[in-house]
């Protein structure tokens, strides 16, 4: 081998790297040890079947499913109608898309600060309703935070996920063509008929993507929860379990099996929607 084909062969060597020792040796270790007590004793499926028994796992896991797909279904939405509302051309539509591009590059931290500061009791809109005399006190204001419907969570997954998404879905819109549009047009077909029927079947395979990558990173996101959650997450429970729970206790080695757990399932939905998405492309292509 010469050397322009070992540099050819260079970086697949460094992202196989990376893989094995930031994801396949993690794992492989959390499996390990999910299948033994705090003694090193052999207890097989225990720590998972005392996991899914946990009454504090089965409410984590509702929270977290239920904060995951309310936050996909809204920000889907909500991407597809920016992104339609951006697609032709306007005064300022540059500046649309720089903001848009500027806020995809906030990190989760970031935008669960800035949610907190923004609409917290003590945020930014509790203070302008209580100088514009809306509210008479601060503790008036909507708790949207410290509540266990996660609403400031779904916020936050929202503002943190549209403008990356309706960016994505404006890049599909860009390039496909608009005859059949405008022959529907023609022809007396209203706006909804042909977003509905035109469209939006243009669009599966971007929203099934998009999708995956939502779902991963919000089924499995640790600082949105602790930041801007009052409930545990399957993450932040597994984390708990993991820090602050003694290593004699059951519960601490539950922690490696409810990481499984959340690896297993993640990777089975996002394996689904992907599957989707390609039978999509595939089928907008023929």
């Known amino acids: 081998m010469n050397r322009r084909n070992a540099m050819d062969l260079l970086p697949a060597l460094l992202s196989s790297l990376v893989v094995l020792l930031l994801f396949i040796i993690p794992v492989l270790y959390s499996i390990k040890e999910s299948l033994f007590d705090y003694r090193g004793t052999f207890v097989g499926f225990d720590n998972y079947l005392n996991a899914l028994d946990d009454i504090y796992f089965q409410d984590a896991f509702i929270y977290t499913l239920r904060i995951t797909l309310i936050s996909i279904v809204i920000t889907m939405v909500s991407a597809v109608i920016l992104a339609m509302a ?157 820090s602050d729970v003694p290593l004699m206790m059951p519960e601490h080695m539950e922690s490696y099996a409810i990481s499984i757990i959340l690896f297993i399932i993640t990777m089975v939905v996002s394996s689904i929607l992907m599957y989707y998405s390609l039978v999509s492309s595939r089928r907008n292509d023929q």
């Not at 890049?171 to 035109?198: C, P, W």
Request: net charge positive; glycine share 6%.
């Open 86 to 242: 951006i697609r032709k051309t306007f005064i300022g539509k540059r500046l649309t898309l720089f903001l848009l591009q500027f806020d995809v590059s906030m990190p989760a931290v970031t935008c669960a600060s800035m949610m907190l500061i923004a609409f917290s009791q003590t945020g930014f809109t509790s203070s302008l309703f209580y100088n514009l005399g809306l509210i008479s006190s601060y503790s008036e204001f909507p708790n949207i935070f410290i509540n266990p419907n996660g609403h400031g969570l779904i916020l936050s997954v929202v503002w943190m996920f549209i403008p990356y998404i309706a960016l994505s879905f404006l890049a599909v819109l860009h390039s496909i063509s608009n005859d059949q549009e405008d022959q529907a047009a023609t022809l007396g077909v209203s706006k909804m008929k042909r977003f509905i029927y035109i469209t939006l079947p243009s669009l599966k395979s971007s929203i099934a993507y998009t999708s995956v990558l939502c779902f991963a990173c919000v089924f499995g996101s640790f600082e949105l929860p602790s930041l801007v959650g009052r409930e545990h997450s399957l993450v932040t429970l597994a984390y708990y379990y993991y």
